[in-house]
């Protein structure tokens, strides 16, 4: 497994960015497709992005289409998550997720696939 730690969530305008970093360690980042889920008060997690293992695919709820980009760097064992033209609606938890490449390459947006979590980082969009 790999151990995730979330950070860069913050309070931000509607219409602002924020660029969400989340740092791994304990393994090889490029063992792992990467994803963004977001928890928002009263609700499940939800799916937000995902990236394959070597970075050449990705994955976004349609939600966040156009306004979302996530990428990553296994040099540096770091994935982001560029999230542009925030709403009030993005308010939420951020979680970044990891999914060992030996249980499948599939670009999954199933929280139950991922087997290791970072604690989250909030995102509060004022309107």
């Known amino acids: 497994q790999v151990q995730l730690v979330e950070s860069g969530g913050g309070l931000v305008q509607a219409g602002g960015s924020l660029r969400l970093s989340c740092a791994a360690s304990?393994?090889?980042?490029?063992?792992?497709?990467m994803a963004w889920f977001c928890q928002a008060p009263g609700k499940e997690r939800e799916f937000v992005s995902a990236?394959?293992?070597?970075?050449?695919?990705?994955a976004y709820v349609d939600s966040v289409k156009g306004r979302f980009f996530i990428s990553r760097d296994n040099s540096k064992k770091m994935v982001y998550l560029q999230m542009n033209s925030l709403k009030p609606e993005d308010t939420a938890v951020y979680y970044c997720?990891?999914?060992?490449?030996?249980?499948?390459?599939?670009?999954?947006?199933?929280?139950?696939?991922?087997?290791?979590w970072g604690p989250g980082t909030q995102v509060t969009v004022s309107s």
């Open positions: 304990g393994g090889a980042l490029s063992d792992f497709t």
């Open positions: 990236i394959t293992w070597g970075g050449s695919r990705t």
């Open positions: 997720a990891a999914r060992s490449t030996l249980d499948g390459y599939d670009l999954t947006t199933n929280s139950n696939d991922y087997n290791s």
